[in-house]
């Protein structure tokens, strides 16, 4: 078994909340992803979506909201968030697994999508190879995570919060598109999100203006925010 950074032995600090702001920023969070699917996989009325390491389930929550019929399937290693999950997205297929090794239906999903998991990864090449082995040719991986090159990280040095002991593979946007490339993806989108690492920019009047950017665009092609976002499309 592959190395894990996950501690199955202390609280989680992952289990997300539920309440009704809390529902409101998580759909932000994700509306640039299902806008991409929409757009990325306009021919597929009914995309059959994976997401590795499903967290508390917000985003298979959006995605049925977003396309009803869809096939849904995430992959969860920690057995605390794959219940709660369940829980959110009963409809979805979810299952205890590695992302690094995990092995579903190959050759059988339209999108792949992984939020905020990589960084977690001793091996993140080892999550490319299931994600490239898992789509259809010609599906869509969308992929973010902690952005080194960022202002929040510039800014906030060694108090910036996504330095982290479990976070073992941190990189910049160049760096993380290369990564996938060099795996054999086309890539589509190269960018990031706006300012949540500073602490200033998620209070008000100033987190206003962060959140609608969010809401508004999801992210921009640029390479100094909090979080990288790629979008990359299977060789056929």
């Known amino acids: ?3 894990v950074s996950v501690d199955l032995d202390s609280p989680t600090p992952y289990l997300e909340g539920d309440s009704y702001f809390y529902r409101l920023k998580r759909r932000m969070t994700y509306s640039f992803a299902l806008k991409k699917i929409a757009a990325e996989c306009s021919n597929a009325k009914d995309p059959s979506i994976l997401e590795i390491g499903t967290g508390s389930g917000f985003f298979l929550f959006y995605a049925r909201e977003r396309f009803p019929g869809a096939r849904l399937t995430g992959v969860e290693y920690d057995p605390r968030l794959l219940e709660a999950a369940k ?15 995990f092995d579903l239906r190959p050759a059988s999903f339209d999108v792949v999508v992984s939020f905020q998991v990589i960084e977690h990864l001793y091996d993140p090449s080892a999550m490319l190879a299931r994600v490239k082995a898992h789509l259809k040719p010609g599906g869509i991986f969308i992929l973010t995570t902690p952005n080194l090159d960022g202002i929040g990280a510039r800014v906030m040095g060694a108090r ?24 054999g993806f086309e890539s589509r989108y190269c960018g990031s999100t706006f300012f949540t690492g500073i602490p200033l920019m998620n209070r008000l009047p100033l987190g206003a203006l962060n959140w609608a950017l969010l ?13 990288y976002v790629g979008v990359f499309r299977c060789p056929s």
């Open 1 to 3: 078994m592959s190395k």
């Open 215 to 227: 809401a508004v665009f999801g992210a921009a092609r640029w390479r100094h925010g909090e979080s």
């Open 160 to 183: 910036w919060h996504a330095l982290r002991s479990d976070h073992v593979s941190l990189k910049g946007v160049a760096d993380w598109n290369t990564l996938v490339e060099n795996e």
């Open 87 to 101: 829980r959110l997205a009963p409809f979805a297929e979810c299952v205890r697994g590695n992302a690094e090794t």
